[in-house]
């Protein structure tokens, strides 16, 4: 099972408590579902529970019932299909939540909302019709795919006006209709938990860190690795200056400082400048400073060496 079913399952669980919140439900399901109309139309769904909850919430909220039948998708998978064969039924589905039909453009009828805890409810029975979340583990994408421009316009303003969520949704048009959607993980937690999944957003949740954990270690991981690849570089121009000067004049010929920084290097070219410093007794700095000495001898050296 999906993510995106397993959410569905877990909203269809669901039991309002109170009448105002079932018939919000109600109207957000059938309000997106495409076969809120006039005409003998059908809501298919790859969802049992979703099927099931449109039937129910129909039923229980505007006394009318339909069909389910079952079949199989292009994508050959299970496939549930939602109708109202009856056109008495379509006619007092619509109006009870005041449309008749004949509107130039469908849209959403606020005084349905009466109650604040409405809007979740609404919200929740819009997903199971028209919504879809992305497996975690593969992308952050939360969407309501929505037929008619009026309608998404009316979504996106709704969800805007919701204050629990901090990001904004994005709207965009699309072959077909309108997508209405979150991209930001953290929002989808939160918008799935504000509709009463709170399973799904903790395996959200769950993944969001996982990720996050192994991104940091990767970050540290490389930091690490650059500054290594910089020690080794810097060790390695050391290295040739020290075996220019052991050629050129013999380390013995080096001031004491100089030759005990030298011998130290070449036996441990593994070792930061720090480290070596610590090894002498010195400072940084100190060290740095003789290792600029021989660098300059060194390579002043290899210079002569290649002009002549």
């Known amino acids: 099972m999906s993510f995106s079913a397993r959410t569905k399952a877990e909203l269809c669980e669901i039991e309002p408590k109170k009448d105002c919140c079932l018939r919000a439900e109600c109207y957000g399901a059938w309000l997106f579902s495409r076969c809120f109309t006039l005409l003998d139309a059908a809501f298919t769904t790859e969802s049992a529970p979703a099927a099931r909850r449109m039937l129910e919430l129909a039923g229980a909220a505007a006394g009318v019932s339909g069909e389910l039948t079952y ?57 199971l019709s028209c919504g879809a979340a992305t497996d975690p583990q593969k992308d952050y994408r939360l ?22 969520f901090s990001a904004q949704p994005l709207l965009a048009s699309r072959r077909g209709g309108y997508a209405v959607y979150w991209k930001d993980g953290g929002q989808i937690e939160d918008f799935l938990t504000w509709i009463g999944a709170p399973k799904a957003a903790m395996e959200l949740m769950q993944v969001r860190m996982y990720k996050e954990a192994r991104n940091d270690i990767n970050r540290k991981a490389n930091f690490e690795t650059a500054n290594m690849d910089k020690t080794y570089s810097a060790s390695a121009r050391q290295i040739a200056a ?14 004491e400082e100089l030759a005990q920084l030298a011998r130290l290097r070449l036996e441990h070219p593994d070792m930061t400048l720090r480290e070596l410093s610590a090894a002498l007794g010195i400072s940084r700095s100190g060290a740095n400073h003789r290792m600029q000495r021989l660098l300059e001898l060194g390579e002043k050296l290899l210079k002569d060496q290649i002009s002549e």
């Open 71 to 127: 079949a199989f998708s292009r994508r050959k998978k299970p496939s549930y299909r939602v109708t109202l064969p009856d056109a008495a039924a379509r006619r007092q589905l619509l109006e009870t939540f005041g449309h008749t039909g004949r509107e130039s453009s469908l849209g959403i009828n606020r005084a349905v909302l009466e109650n604040d805890c409405c809007t979740a409810s609404f919200l929740r029975g819009a997903f």
């Open 143 to 164: 969407e309501f795919s929505v037929p008619y421009q009026k309608l998404a316009n009316g979504l996106y303003t709704l969800l805007r006006e919701v204050e629990v």
């Open 242 to 255: 020290i075996a220019a000067i052991s050629d050129g004049m013999g380390l013995g010929a080096l001031p």
